[in-house]
């Protein structure tokens, strides 16, 4: 049997739709204030997508990007995962269109559906592709537009939410870099707590579904608070005893930008300075799948990554699930 293979991200992108929804703007729409928004959950600003743009569009633009950065092109690909809640549509898969549109003749293709730890779950997924000489280069991409899924007229979720995208191309680097070590968890009894209740055959979407609004986002704000904190602080400790290293040698820490009072909460039980962490949801809002992928792309781009660098990325989000991935940067 062949030995196992190093592996890790190669390249980097994302996209942000070009439309920008501030708090002022939100101001108009439902009954709330800038002040009250920042104050809760450090958000200014969010990417909506127009009405001709679909969630394919955006992993295009992202993925472009991330071959870009790569040094790769889309016949190198050999297959492409798709982390995302919002899907173009049930069937075919996001990942299938994405295929299609960037004429990736030779790969496979499918969608991750892990809410907002699916781009954790992609890096995971793909790099263990590659470890175990499945394939050489696969594409992750983590991408939304929850803009559809929310309702506008609830000031508890639609202030949250944003589009966006964000990819990288997974690929064989040198011994001891790459993927060190993930873990990858989950709780489907607390499923209930951030859901979508008409979005499938166990509550089909139907007159009474959309009237009652039950096509949207629902969310228990503080349950889900208490579990993001709690399960990504503990998968971000296993995950580093797995890797071998410790919370003092991360170089970079990026957690699922959900909120800034969870980011700010986890950083605090963890000991992570901020100097170690990079920070975004004052501009994007929670992007869920993309968000981790669009951080981690603007702190490579900004020369915070750096070869050598130990890098954490956690998540968490609806199933309920968790995750956390800890790279050696090449």
């Not at 295009?60 to 870009?68: C, D, I, M, T």
């Not at 506008?152 to 070590?181: H, K, M, N, P």
């Not at 400790?237 to 800034?260: P, R, V, Y």
């Not at 309920?320 to 050696?328: E, R, S």
């Amino acid at each position: 049997m062949a030995e196992l293979r190093f592996a890790g991200i190669l390249g980097t992108g994302h996209y942000a739709p070009e439309k920008i929804l501030s708090n002022a703007d939100l101001e108009k729409m439902v009954d709330t204030s800038d002040e009250w928004i920042r104050t809760r959950t450090g958000i200014a600003t969010r990417h909506i997508a127009s009405a001709s743009e679909t969630t394919s569009d955006l992993c295009v633009k992202a993925a472009e990007k991330a071959l870009e950065a790569a040094g790769k092109t889309i016949d190198d690909i050999d297959f492409i995962l798709v982390a995302t809640a919002s899907p173009d549509y049930v069937v075919p898969s996001t990942a299938c269109m994405v295929q299609d549109k960037m004429g990736a003749k030779h790969a496979g293709a499918m969608d991750i559906s892990a809410g907002c730890s699916g781009y954790i779950y992609a890096v995971a997924c793909a790099s263990n592709m590659v470890k175990a000489g499945m394939y050489d280069n696969v594409l992750v991409i983590g991408a939304e537009i929850l803009s559809r899924l929310v309702d506008w007229q609830d000031r508890s979720t639609c202030i949250l939410f944003g589009d966006g995208a964000g990819a990288a191309v997974i690929g064989q680097v040198d011994e001891g870099y790459g993927l060190l070590a993930s873990e990858l968890g989950s709780d489907g009894s607390l499923g209930k707590i951030l859901n979508i209740p008409a979005s499938g055959v166990a509550e089909p979407v139907t007159h009474r579904a959309i009237n009652s609004k039950r096509i949207y986002i629902h969310m228990e704000g503080s349950e889900v608070f208490k579990a993001a904190v709690r399960h990504m602080g503990q998968t971000t400790l296993s995950t580093l005893e797995k890797a071998g290293i410790t919370k003092e040698d991360i170089n970079m820490f990026i957690a699922h930008q959900a909120n800034d009072r969870i980011i700010q909460s986890l950083a605090k039980k963890l000991s992570i300075p901020s100097d170690r962490m990079y920070v975004n949801v004052d501009r994007y809002g929670n992007t869920s799948a993309a968000s981790v992928g669009i951080a981690l792309d603007e702190a490579v781009r900004a020369g915070l990554v750096k070869h050598g660098d130990y890098v954490v990325l956690t998540g968490f989000g609806a199933g309920l699930t968790w995750g956390c991935d800890v790279l050696h940067w090449m």
